[in-house]
């Protein structure tokens, strides 16, 4: 029921099917991030059409020029949904066609770009490349320049000092403010090649399993229906998402010699990424007593405090929330400003895609283990733990009752 075909061909699902409401919004279009799921669970089940429909066609899309008062993005983006319509054929309405009509934000709740849709599609192209075996549809010509316009537009210089990827709040996942403007650990990840991590990878695969997928999370929708639900569980795979699409375009990328100064890019951001998340977006017990006797307003290029943490920032849960085993990476980090949120899906996805090293692995599942009445208790895996309450809340979110 959730499949949507276009010119008879199936295309991809609908976000959303719920007959009980009579409210649907733009839950009938297919949607580039929700559709990922589904995606990989076609691949497995071998229905490999579906799949390659749609990254053919969203890709077509890519280069649609779309405005907002008179404002266009960046060239490469890709949309966050699209409808297919059906309408008359040159004005004669007893003859149709189809015709997809994509949104990029223009329509959407609170006018937002969809920074991620794009690293998802990268990563879809290259699921369908490895379980089918089929690499005729990455090698083709349309298919590597729409590669390579994703890549310039992340890559592209800007004033950023940070390698991790700049984010305006409410451009993934979900199109509302959970208070993670900045360089939110959920879009930057690297492949599970480290040695002595597939143990690890196995183990947090087996949780993300148990917890966020298995019957009665979000009280169990049939995959056909409020299907938007479970990218909320993914939500804070960001900065990781990030990495893995780079390292899937890495792959994919033709060698020739007009991609080499991308591919040369494109290797340095890994590595500083790499770096950037393992060093500085590490806490632990010890890290946090480093905090707690930072000192302020260091100017030197071998400041302790490079981002200026004030120490009075660390919120008071946090004390009661870290175990003397263990540790996870926060949800952001700015200039005088560091997310100490746990994030669980960025965290446990850091494992699998090897982003977070060996040693802080085992430390992220020692926490959850440790803190397993506060992160599962008699409920699914929390995405974010603790919630916004209150002040914080309203502050944060703009009084938004969904979040």
């Known amino acids: 029921e959730s499949v949507v075909y276009y010119c008879g061909n199936p295309i991809g699902t609908i976000a959303a099917s719920d007959t009980s409401s009579s409210s649907i919004l733009n839950y009938d279009q297919v949607f580039i991030r929700d559709f990922i ?26 280069s649609w020029e779309k405005t907002m008062d008179c404002h266009s993005p960046g060239q490469g983006l890709m949309p966050a949904s699209f409808k297919v319509r059906t309408v008359p054929l040159d004005g004669d309405n007893s003859v149709t066609e189809d015709v997809l009509d994509p949104d990029f934000g223009e329509a ?74 900045g360089h939110p650990l959920e879009i930057q ?23 966020c997928f298995k019957p009665g999370t979000f009280s169990s929708p049939p995959l056909s229906e409020k299907k938007h639900l479970y990218p909320l569980v993914l939500y804070n795979i960001f900065q990781a998402l990030f990495y893995s699409a780079l390292l899937c375009a890495r792959e994919m990328l033709a060698p020739e010699d007009g991609s080499a100064d991308l591919i040369r890019a494109l290797n340095n951001r890994l590595v500083a990424l790499s770096f950037h998340i393992r060093e500085y977006y590490w806490i632990d017990m010890k890290k946090l007593n480093e905090i707690y006797r930072y000192k302020t307003e ?13 120490p009075d920032q660390i919120p ?32 446990l996805w850091s494992i699998v895609g090897g982003l977070a090293t060996v040693d802080q692995s085992h430390a992220i599942l020692d926490l959850v283990e440790e803190k397993w009445s ?3 208790a008699d409920m699914p895996l929390k995405i974010c733990y603790p919630a916004l309450e209150g002040q914080e809340w309203r502050i944060i979110t703009g009084s938004d009752p969904k979040n």
Not at 112 to 132: E, M, N
Not at 190 to 202: F, G, I, K
């Open 37 to 62: 799921p589904s995606g990989i669970a076609f691949l497995l089940k071998g229905e490999y059409d579906i799949v390659r429909n749609f990254i053919l066609h969203t890709l077509q899309l890519q």
């Open 108 to 181: 959407a709740i609170g006018r937002v770009a969809p920074v991620d849709s794009g690293l998802w599609w990268i990563i879809l192209l290259r699921a369908y490349g490895k379980c089918t075996g089929d690499l005729s549809v990455q090698e083709r010509v349309d298919v590597q320049t729409g590669i390579k316009m994703i890549l310039k537009l992340c890559l592209a210089d800007g004033f950023d000092m940070f390698p991790t990827l700049l984010v305006t709040d409410g451009s993934c996942m979900i199109d509302r403010r959970m208070g993670i403007h």
């Open 189 to 211: 990840l690297q492949n599970c090649q480290e040695a002595n991590l597939y143990p690890l990878c196995s183990a947090t695969l087996l949780i993300l399993r148990q917890h």
């Open 298 to 310: 260091e100017y030197s290029y071998d400041a302790v405090n490079k981002f200026n943490i004030y």
């Open 316 to 347: 008071s849960w946090l004390v009661e929330f870290m175990p003397s085993r263990g540790g996870y990476l926060i949800g952001n980090l700015q200039p005088a400003h560091m997310d100490f949120r746990f994030f669980s899906l960025g965290n």
């Open 374 to 376: 506060e992160l599962v």
